[in-house]
């Protein structure tokens, strides 16, 4: 198994040492802090596992194309739409899926489609209605399932078919 | 004899699905190592005083900060309703609260890295400008239906 990113990391941790030398208490901060950032990660990671195996248990490669493919159509957009909204977590915690699903098929106009519509958060709807109101909530919600849409068009135009975003 | 099979080739796709995440453990790690670190360095109160009191600017400001910014989404509600509290405009909060979400300075070398730099440049720009876009949209029909 080959690792990737191990120069990042390296870059990361010498930001941390050098933080140590100019301030040790925030960097003592910065380690908890993402100690448990990590922490809440890793209750997340499983599921994504799994949801990866799934997809490459039962799915066929050749099916993910013809649902998420050049030519899903409406199918496609619906399926990023659902997932975006559905989708927990941090959105890096999903790359490892999507780099597979790409590797199939999958185009980049629902990868861009899948990432805004993720703003959407379900749960946080009721904490957004308290704090913004329904009707903001509302038509804030209807916008972003339409600018996921145009993002993802766009996207699709702009990459075309010849691969040029690859 | 089929049963066993399956659960063979499912225990196969299992731990390709592991293998393939853990590879990409020291670019996660360095995004979380990034995000400890701005968290750290940066503050609510740092963040809530970028803003000008100017609905354009603070548009662009909230755009940005959001993007700048990294937490649970919960965090920015709480701030964006801070930020409502102290006068900054509408349009200003509903861009900061979109930017927290949808855009990530913090993770753009692993965006790139996964889903190429093209793809990475291309999206985040669309994105910035749909927040921008989507802030004002919310707010003016808002406003227009009352």
Redesign the interface.
Do not use: K
């Given at each position: 198994m080959k690792f990737r990113g191990l120069r990042l990391l390296s870059v990361v941790g010498l930001l941390y040492l050098m933080l140590y030398l100019y301030d040790e208490g925030k960097m003592t901060i910065a380690v908890k802090k993402a100690s448990t950032l990590f922490g809440e990660l890793m209750l997340i990671f499983p599921l994504i596992i799994v949801v990866m195996a799934l997809i490459t248990y039962y799915v066929n490669p050749r099916k993910i194309a013809s649902h998420l493919g050049e030519e899903s159509g409406l199918k496609g957009w619906m399926i990023a739409l659902s997932a975006g909204i559905i989708s927990h977590g941090p959105m890096y915690a999903w790359y490892p899926m999507l780099e597979d699903l790409v590797k199939h098929g999958l185009k980049k106009g629902l990868i861009a489609t899948f990432f805004y519509a993720r703003s959407i958060k379900v749960p946080l709807l009721p904490i957004m209605v308290a704090y913004f109101g329904f009707g903001f909530t509302l038509i804030l919600t209807l916008y972003i399932l339409l600018a996921s849409v145009i993002q993802g068009l766009l996207i699709d135009q702009i990459c075309g078919r010849n691969k040029k975003c690859d | 004899m089929k049963q066993g099979n399956k659960k063979k080739?499912?225990q196969k796709?299992?731990k390709?699905?592991?293998?393939?995440?853990?590879?990409?453990?020291?670019?996660?790690?360095?995004?979380?190592?990034?995000?400890?670190?701005f968290?750290?360095?940066v503050s609510r109160e740092l963040l809530a005083s970028l803003f000008t009191g100017d609905p354009v600017k603070d548009t662009l400001i909230g755009t940005v900060a959001g993007g700048i910014a990294v937490g649970q989404?919960?965090v920015s509600?709480?701030l964006?309703?801070e930020l409502l509290e102290q006068g900054i405009s509408i349009y200003a909060v509903?861009a900061f609260i979109?930017a927290w979400?949808?855009l990530?300075i913090v993770?753009l070398?692993?965006?790139a890295?996964?889903?190429?730099l093209?793809?990475t440049i291309?999206?985040n720009i669309?994105?910035f400008i749909?927040t921008i876009?989507?802030s004002i949209?919310?707010v003016w029909?808002?406003g227009v239906?009352g």
């Open positions: - | 080739s499912f796709s299992l390709q699905a592991a293998l393939s995440f853990a590879s990409m453990m020291p670019m996660i790690l360095s995004i979380v190592g990034l995000m400890g670190l968290q750290a360095m989404a919960l509600y709480i964006g309703g509903t979109l979400v949808t990530g993770q070398p692993l965006e890295e996964v889903l190429g093209r793809f291309y999206r669309l994105a749909s876009l989507v949209g919310t029909t808002i239906i």
